[in-house]
């Protein structure tokens, strides 16, 4: 039991990453936008973070740096797509590339860093509860934040006024600029905030959950968050679950090797990744489904009076 507690704890660690990634994307692609750049801005944010939490020994300016960082690449994303008419797939892969090489050049110096002493976190009267303690009670405040976070954005797209603007703009920008809309600044606005979300995915990567900085340490998480959304069908209580069944697909391996099961290490380290296949590869087979759920105008780039 005590080991299950702990793949829990773990599995709910590795799932944050995902989560507010992927939240930060279905924020885009709500809006109409698909932004392949999430591993690029993942990384600049992780290094940006990690250097932050060296130097000032706080995971929140850490968190600020990162989001800072993400949401600047992501604003210069939306300049090139939305205003300039880039193309968006093109322009996210060259995203993630800037993003893959700054990083490593930027990080040379930080690859021998370490941070302070780590804190321990529990929430009082929970935490030492038998299994559901060490399990759920134990987590960086972070985690928590992240499933607020889905519950808020599903509240948000939902229930508010704001939020039906938005998915309006995703379904119909020509609708939404006839009914008065400023369609080109709502989708810049949402770029930049799925930017950040992915800046502080990027530093919650290198300041807790590894916690130090080595190159391409996001290891392709960014596009695991990318394919989430799909996976979720733009839903935020989905992608969260999604989030935790991925995060504990990749701490399985560790869990496994850990009670000596005899499978190859590679195997086990190429599950996540695996699954991803799988999962859209299942998807895919129902294109109507997926159809019904995606935003009607998700990749076509609008300009006013065109």
Known sequence: MDSLALLLAATLNAGTVLAIAGLGLLINERSGVVNLG???????????????????????????AGALAGGALAAAFGFLVIWLNANQV???????????GFSAFAGIRFVQEKLGERPQYSIPGLADLPFVGPALFRQHPMVYV???????????????????????????PESAHALGYPVRRI??????????????????LSVVYTPLWVEGMVSGKGWIALALTTFATWRPARLLLGAYLFGGVTMLQFHLQGQGVQV??????????LSTI?????????????????????????????
């Open 38 to 64: 999430a591993e690029g801005m993942m990384l600049v944010a992780a290094i940006a973070g990690f250097a932050t939490g060296v130097a000032t020994g706080s995971d929140w300016l850490a968190f600020g």
């Open 187 to 204: 989708r810049m606005a949402a770029v930049v905030t799925g930017g950040a979300l992915c800046g502080v995915a990027g530093a919650y």
């Open 264 to 273: 190859a290490s590679q195997f086990l380290s190429m599950l996540p990744y």
């Open 146 to 172: 992240a499933m607020a976070l889905a519950a808020g954005l599903a509240w948000f797209l939902y229930r508010s006024r704001a939020g039906l603007v938005l998915r309006a703009v995703g379904e119909s």
């Open 90 to 100: 093109a322009t996210g892969l060259a995203l993630s590339l800037f993003g893959g």
């Open 278 to 306: 799988v999962v859209l590869v299942l998807i895919s087979r129902n294109a109507t489904w997926v159809r019904v759920n995606m935003p009607a105008s998700l990749g076509r780039p609008f300009f006013p009076g065109a």
